[in-house]
């Protein structure tokens, strides 16, 4: 073997790891936006859940700010406001649900 097959072999050898480099840059990459994603995902699961367990605590602890809340939300997702009489006749009814997803 002589020089000039040997610097062609360094040669190849050494793009080789750089290409294999870029690949585990771009892999790394990719892995951490999609763990973000799935982590933004799991809080946001997680602070709606924490809402709903507020509301239904709020609803039995304070009933004329629970109504005040929930229409509230209601009016962030311009929806028409739920008036008290029809939430009082559900106030301690434990399988009820404001607004299930």
Known sequence: MDAAT???L???LGWAVV?????CLGY???AAWRTGRLLNGAWA???????KEWLARLRHRDFDAFCIEVNNQRAERNEKPIPAELL??????LMYTIDED
């Not at 290409?19 to 690949?23: D, I, M, R, S």
């Not at 699961?45 to 809402?51: E, G, M, P, T």
């Not at 009082?88 to 009814?93: A, L, T």
């Open 6 to 8: 040997q610097d062609l």
């Open 10 to 12: 360094v040669l190849v």
């Open 19 to 23: 290409f294999a480099g870029l690949t």
């Open 28 to 30: 790394i990459v990719y």
């Open 45 to 51: 699961r997680h602070k709606r859940l924490q809402r």
């Open 88 to 93: 009082k006749k559900v106030q301690y009814n």
